[in-house]
């Protein structure tokens, strides 16, 4: 399927292998055979996930720190070059509502940012919570309370705990405990972890991977904050211009760069996606194309891949004109066709990632026809 609708490279990861443990050869090289037997390539790894003890700077980094080497030497070892991974403690990326209906009948991710401040005061119960969010906000939330049913309180916590954290820590849903629970006790550890704390530490990564990325020429390349934005207390390093300026001055090997995410660099108001990529596309090693729309409130929507904040058209342009192998994936389309009933991960539909995919290449091709008439 993905052959026929025009894919060349595949992004993907060992995603049953636990964080932390080494990936071996063997089974990189197995799952790299398979995509080539297909008449395809693994392009890219997203992600080989970094241990939350390494963010935190926890007793095992060292440990954990020689198995990301090793991971990484397996994957040279094995011709694979581009490696994109996070940086954001304990959640990955936050949506109030996975399957929100929109007027054209697909259904979209979306964020509520004031049922997201309930569900971090009243729910989480988190010390300090009030603090973090505007009064308009507190205000909204604040209304909820009496007003939100058991079964929306049950949605917030599958949307913002059980999904997300299927995708980084592993099933919260099941076992001994609340999910909730589980959840508090994951952001434990970063109770007094500054923002400054965790660029140190971030740079103690880097410089620890850095010669094995010399040695097999392999780009790391660090994904945005999901959305740039603090969320639950916890300190957030790439939500703007000026951490991600930080983070390649830190380590200035070219092998140190960026995943140039528009979607979730879109979802904050603060960021200018287009002079974003105009000042990092030589450091950007890879690419993700999507759009958010802002609402009124804080509120923001995944655009269709022809609309929102992001201007995908000229970014195409920019990041063509500086790399035209550069590798790059749609992502995040809408649910469509029948798409929801088939299990498939939040914001990863089949249809809805079809259209978005022919909607990137006409992009590519009347651009490359623009250059080419130049």
């Known amino acids: 399927m993905l052959r026929q609708i025009g894919v060349e490279g595949i992004v993907t990861a060992l995603h049953d292998i636990p964080s932390g443990e080494v990936w071996p050869v063997e089974r990189i090289d197995s799952l790299k055979r398979l995509i080539e037997s297909h008449g395809m390539y693994w392009a890219v790894v997203e992600s080989l996930p970094v241990s939350e003890q390494i963010k935190y700077a926890g007793p095992d980094t060292e440990s ?18 581009t490696v994109c991974y996070n940086f954001m403690p304990v959640i990955d990326w936050a949506r109030t ?55 929306e309180e049950a949605g917030l916590i599958d949307s913002i705990i059980i999904k997300t954290q299927g995708f980084v820590n592993g099933p919260m849903g099941s076992g001994d405990g609340s999910p909730v629970q589980k959840f508090k006790a994951l952001m434990e550890p970063y109770k007094d972890v500054s923002k400054d704390q965790l660029r140190q530490n971030l740079k103690r990564f880097l410089e620890a991977v850095m010669p094995v990325c010399r040695e097999w020429d392999i780009n790391m390349c660090i994904h945005p904050d999901d959305p740039p934005m603090p969320v639950f ?3 957030r390093i790439a939500c703007n211009a000026e951490d991600i300026r930080w983070m390649l001055d830190a380590v200035p090997d070219p092998h140190n760069g960026l995943t140039f995410c528009a979607g979730s660099l879109s979802a904050g108001a603060h960021n200018d996606v287009t002079a974003m990529a105009k000042e990092f596309a030589s450091r950007t090693h890879f690419v993700h194309m999507r759009s958010c729309a802002l609402l009124p409130g804080g509120n923001f929507v995944e ?18 004109d500086c790399r035209e192998d550069l590798p790059a994936r749609v992502d995040h389309g809408r649910e469509m066709l029948g798409d929801g009933d088939k299990g498939y991960n939040p914001g990863y539909s089949f249809h809805g990632r079809m259209l978005a995919l022919g909607q990137l290449d006409g992009m590519i091709a009347a651009i490359r026809a623009e250059k080419n008439r130049k």
């Open 64 to 81: 954990l720190l020689a198995n990301y080497r090793q991971s990484l030497e397996n994957l040279g070892k094995c011709g694979i070059k």
């Open 97 to 151: 509502d996975l399957d929100h209906l929109m007027p054209d009948g697909t259904r979209a991710l979306y964020f509520d940012y004031a049922r997201f401040a309930y569900f971090d005061i009243y729910i989480l119960e988190r010390e300090g919570a009030r603090d973090d969010y505007p009064q308009d906000v507190l205000a909204r939330a604040d209304a909820l309370k009496g007003n939100i049913s058991p079964e």
């Open 233 to 235: 207390g916890m300190p």
């Open 303 to 320: 655009a269709p891949h022809t609309g929102g904040r992001a201007d995908l058209v000229e970014l195409t342009r920019i990041f063509e």
